[in-house]
């Protein structure tokens, strides 16, 4: 798989999706491994967290902890299903994608993700994160 997809959107491909196509992909992909509404099973939660992360137990979840939407779709496309990574259609993935987002209250049910909407969603955490290379 070599490709790279930047927070601010390039080299996302084409396709598009929302979260109630997303809701079916999770229903067969992702509920083993990460739960009924992403609350988390064998692998780690998906939603929840918020205003955690500065406390004793921080909850890093995609809704609590990620800096960019863009990561989310990323991720997905490298590294899930478990048991059988990038075999999801682009299609598959937005709409996986915004199902999660929607999960953690930062998209609308019916909101299209794809190419263009994508890198707009505002993470909660995406001031989060600072660059701090210094050469």
Not at 47 to 61: D, E, F, I, R, Y
Not at 97 to 122: G, K, M
């Given at each position: 798989?070599d490709y790279t997809i930047l927070p601010n959107g390039d080299g996302l491909p084409d396709g598009s999706g929302?979260?109630?196509?997303?809701?079916?992909?999770?229903?067969?992909?992702?509920?083993?491994?990460?739960?009924?509404?992403?609350?988390?099973?064998?692998?780690?939660?998906?939603?929840?967290?918020?205003?955690?992360?500065?406390?004793?137990?921080?909850?890093?979840?995609?809704?609590?902890?990620?800096?960019?939407?863009?990561?989310?779709?990323?991720?997905?496309?490298?590294?899930?299903?478990?048991?059988?990574?990038?075999?999801?259609?682009?299609?598959?993935?937005?709409?996986?994608?915004?199902?999660?987002?929607?999960?953690?209250?930062?998209?609308?049910?019916?909101?299209?993700?794809?190419?263009?909407?994508?890198?707009?969603?505002?993470?909660?955490?995406?001031?989060?994160?600072?660059?701090?290379?210094?050469?």
């Amino acid at each position: 798989m070599d490709y790279t997809i930047l927070p601010n959107g390039d080299g996302l491909p084409d396709g598009s999706g929302t979260a109630k196509k997303g809701a079916a992909v999770y229903q067969q992909h992702c509920i083993a491994c990460h739960g009924e509404g992403g609350a988390g099973s064998v692998n780690d939660a998906l939603v929840g967290g918020h205003g955690s992360l500065a406390t004793g137990q921080p909850k890093k979840t995609v809704g609590s902890y990620w800096p960019y939407a863009t990561t989310v779709f990323d991720y997905v496309r490298r590294a899930m299903p478990l048991q059988a990574p990038g075999s999801l259609s682009s299609d598959e993935i937005y709409s996986v994608t915004a199902y999660i987002l929607f999960l953690n209250d930062i998209v609308l049910e019916s909101d299209e993700l794809n190419a263009e909407t994508l890198p707009r969603v505002e993470m909660p955490n995406r001031d989060g994160f600072v660059w701090d290379y210094s050469p």
